[in-house]
C-alpha cells in the first residue's frame, strides 16, 4: 500500500452586468507519495459573453497553467465562439426545481511549452456542452464536456469532463462531490482519459 496525499483548491467567481458576464475559475493541485510528486498543476480561465438574444450569446476565454507532472512547464489558450441557452430555468422532475443548459461551438489557439524547451502550437475547434440542475433547495447537479479536435486532418484532440453534487450544509457553505476526466491523446482514436479524478470538498460561497 502506497501511502499518498493530494491537496486542491479551486476559486470560482462571477459578475453579471447587464448583458455581459465574466466567469474566472482558478484550481490548483499537489500530490506526493512516498516515494514521488504525484500532481503538481495550476490552472486559470477567464470567459467572458455577451447576450444579443434571449438564447444566443457570444463568448471570448484566455486560460493558462502548468501541468509539472506532464512535463508541461507552460500552457496558453485563447479562443473565441457563439453559444445557445437551449434550456433556461426550467422545471424538471420536481416542483421548484430549475434546470439550464447552454451549448457552445467556437475556436481555440494552443501554445505549449514543455520542461524539455520544446514549444507546439495548435489549433483546435471547440464544441462544449453545460448543464446545472437545481434539483431542490439544497441540491445543485452540474456537469461540463468540452471536446477539441485539432484543425487540419484531425490528428489530435483534447477532451475534459466534469460532474460535480453539492449539497447545501448552510447556509453558504456546501458539501461537494466532484467527478473529474480529461485527456489529450497523439491517436485520434484514443479516448483512453490520461488523468481521473474523484474528489469531495468543502465549498464555501462568498
Known amino acids: 500500500i502506497v501511502d499518498q496525499q493530494t491537496v486542491h483548491t479551486r476559486i470560482r467567481s462571477s459578475y453579471t452586468r447587464g448583458k455581459w458576464r465574466s466567469l474566472f475559475d482558478w484550481s490548483y493541485s499537489y500530490g506526493e507519495s512516498e516515494t514521488l510528486v504525484t500532481s503538481d498543476k495550476m490552472s486559470g ?14 463568448y471570448g476565454l484566455g486560460s493558462g497553467g502548468y501541468d509539472i507532472t506532464r512535463r508541461v512547464a507552460l500552457r496558453t489558450e485563447f479562443g473565441s465562439g457563439a453559444g445557445y441557452h437551449v434550456v433556461k430555468g426550467r422545471r424538471f422532475l420536481f416542483k421548484g426545481s430549475k434546470l439550464s443548459m447552454d451549448v457552445e461551438t467556437g475556436g481555440e489557439y494552443q501554445d505549449k511549452k514543455s520542461t524539455t524547451g520544446i514549444s507546439t502550437q495548435k489549433y483546435f475547434w471547440r464544441l462544449g456542452q453545460k448543464a446545472i440542475w437545481d434539483a431542490t ?14 484543425i487540419g486532418g484531425l490528428v489530435s484532440h483534447r477532451y475534459r469532463v466534469e460532474g460535480n453534487i453539492a449539497y447545501k450544509l448552510i447556509k453558504d457553505l456546501s458539501l461537494n462531490l466532484t467527478v473529474m476526466a480529461e485527456a489529450e491523446p497523439e491517436n485520434p482514436l484514443n479516448f483512453e482519459p490520461d488523468d481521473i479524478q474523484i474528489r469531495s470538498s468543502l465549498g464555501w460561497k462568498f
Open 137 to 150: 433547495d439544497d441540491v445543485r447537479i452540474s456537469e461540463e464536456f468540452q471536446f477539441f479536435p485539432q
Open 45 to 58: 480561465q477567464l470567459k467572458t459573453d455577451v447576450t444579443f438574444d434571449p438564447g444566443w450569446y457570444l
